[in-house]
């Protein structure tokens, strides 16, 4: 277990409902116990195993002026503790073990750059490693467990089947290409893609990974005090075609 980064946020409080995609509705713990706050959701994914009614989150004040919500939604409970909910951080924890040679799946990189555009898209990361190599790399965030098992997306994705296939072009091309998928769920045990959700994503990853594109599912812990921790590389279901 390494300690990646702290994870900071201001308040708890209790989930009311999801007006939509964006916007969850909260009654506060502390502070302000017993009042009802709007705060922003910056997660795609539906989280209906974790935004249920009564159940416990963090928030973090809102930083920028303007905004129509006072709160940032940070991490919701389950069984086996805070699970990490915004997206926002996701690219800040890929970049932390991206710079940890031990942690990285790709070893020591000499540069690694951000939001570096391909074509008429935009990738997480391009990393240039020791030996000089390019490697290009999308970064998912997973934070659906069922049975032990890491599933990704937990809605439909096309933008993210839109990155698989973007990165079986680089492949195609002679150049490495990667998916880091980060499972912020401490009891999974292995990592699937999620086909009764998306079949299409399902399938094109099947076909990344035959096609030679690296996929790396990663797994963390969020602690009781905010230190999200790096806990193992998992692997894929067995039954997992591909």
Known sequence: MVKVMDIAWDAEALFVDRPNRFL????????GAGTLQQVH?????????????????????????????????????SEAGWVLVNSGLHRTIAERILKISGLSP?????????????????????????????????????????????????APTSRGTKHLRELIEIKDAGQRAAVMILVLRAEADCFSPN??????????LDL???KGVEVYPLKFALQDDGSLNYLAKILFKRSSKG
Not at 24 to 31: D, G, H, N, S
Not at 142 to 151: K, P, Y
Not at 195 to 204: A, H, K, Q
């Open 24 to 31: 969850a509705t909260v009654k506060m713990i502390r502070p």
């Open 106 to 154: 790709f070893g020591k990189a000499c540069r690694i750059r951000a939001e570096v555009k391909r074509g008429r898209s935009r990738l997480d990361f391009l990393i240039t490693t020791v030996e000089d190599e390019d490697v290009w790399i999308e970064v998912k965030g997973c934070t659906l467990v069922r049975h032990g098992i890491a599933l990704f997306p937990d």
């Open 41 to 77: 959701v910056r997660d795609p994914g539906r989280l209906e195993e974790l935004l249920l009614p009564g159940n416990r989150l963090l928030l973090s004040a809102a930083c920028s002026p303007g905004r129509k919500t006072a709160w940032d939604l940070i991490a919701a409970r």
């Open 208 to 210: 990344a990974r035959k």
């Open 195 to 204: 086909r009764e959700t998306d079949g299409l994503f399902s399938d094109t």
